[in-house]
């Protein structure tokens, strides 16, 4: 190559790279051109998100109006209005209330606690006790202890038992598809105890997993000052089979469960000198469930808690339902013998 041809090719570089660094922006221009093609690039990016939001639109979250755990049968069935009806007798004075057709207070006339007061056997902290359990078609865990059930029968809300009389207290769960649950409590005095009917009527399309259970939660409140030495006699029980099955809860980190299926005779809660039972009429029953708690008292006291429940069959009749003694006393060796089950 010559000396000419070296010279252009050096002319045609140098102009080169003076046409690049006038063409080149300023920094300040070239900021902008970033923040520019940096925007165009978001709106696109918003177009895109906004797109697929209406081709796809997000699932709303659930407004309260919607989060309804009584599901489509009861709801509203958890607002109304409390009554009591107090059933006395020569052994016991009882409240019964609308308010999950529960038994509020259970109080014996002839036992008194260790400073002078009567027994009264019903933990009244949690509003009463003997309430039905059960799943219905649309997905609802249903508990009855508190919604409102109406009074099935007029008269005075004060009854008095003497001699050899019984009476009814009847309640009524409505359901929205029409149907009902009513729940019959029948005292007679001179029992420790009283009897009770649940009927079930047209709640087929309503009532699901072919069982329900009549359930008492809350165990039996103490009558002793001494509660860690009550509580060294506070067990739960279930009977089936001739067999005894116990649970016992002696420390808090113990949670002791047992679910029981087929025929159960009974389940029962005690403390030192009182107990609860429920009976089933028998040969009807289809399991049973026992579970303790163990709580930490004043004065390193001890309060031990037996939850009990009879599971029943239920075949989604047009009417059916099933029929319970309750024991609700002393546990008096002699009395628990006359109910002829093993208590």
Do not use: C
Not at 6 to 21: P, R, T
Not at 32 to 61: C, F
């Amino acid at each position: 190559m010559d000396r000419q041809s070296i010279l252009g090719y050096i002319l045609i570089f140098i102009l080169l790279v003076v046409w690049m660094w006038m063409s080149s922006p300023k920094p300040g221009q070239q900021a902008e051109q970033q923040k520019a093609v940096a925007t165009q690039a978001a709106q696109q990016d918003s177009v895109r998100r906004a797109a697929a939001a209406v081709a796809h639109p997000p699932k709303q979250a659930p407004t309260e109006k919607s989060i309804d755990p009584l599901g489509k049968f009861f709801a509203g069935r958890d607002k109304g209005r409390e009554q009591i009806i107090t059933i006395e007798s020569d052994l016991y004075i009882a409240e019964i209330s609308t308010k999950g057709g529960v038994v509020k207070r259970w109080e014996l006339k002839k036992y008194k606690t260790w400073d002078g007061k009567p027994v009264q056997l019903v933990d009244y902290k949690k509003n009463g006790d003997l309430s039905l359990l059960f799943a219905t078609a649309d997905g609802r865990l249903i508990n009855t202890h508190d919604l409102y059930f109406e009074r099935g029968e007029s008269g005075s809300a004060q009854r008095i038992i003497t001699g050899n009389e019984e009476v009814d207290v009847s309640l009524v769960l409505p359901a929205t598809n029409g149907g009902r649950i009513t729940k019959t409590l029948r005292f007679k005095n001179g029992e420790y105890g009283f009897n009770t009917d649940v009927t079930f009527s047209k709640m087929g399309d309503v009532i699901a997993n072919f069982e329900y259970q009549l359930v008492w939660e809350s165990g039996l409140r103490y009558a002793e000052h001494n509660s860690v030495d009550e509580s060294s006699f506070a067990y739960g029980y279930a009977y089936a089979g001739k067999e005894l099955t116990e649970v016992d809860a002696p420390s808090t980190e113990s949670k002791p469960q047992q679910n029981l299926s087929g025929v159960v005779d009974w389940v029962a809660a005690r403390t030192k000198y009182f107990a609860l039972a429920i009976i089933p009429k028998a040969g009807t029953s289809d399991g049973g469930y026992l579970e303790g708690s163990h709580a930490i008292a004043p004065d390193k006291g001890a309060i031990e808690a037996y939850s009990i429940a009879i599971k029943m069959p239920f075949k989604g009749g047009q009417e059916e339902g099933g029929s319970f003694r309750i024991f609700f006393g002393p546990a008096d060796i002699s009395l628990l013998k006359s109910y002829g089950v093993g208590l």
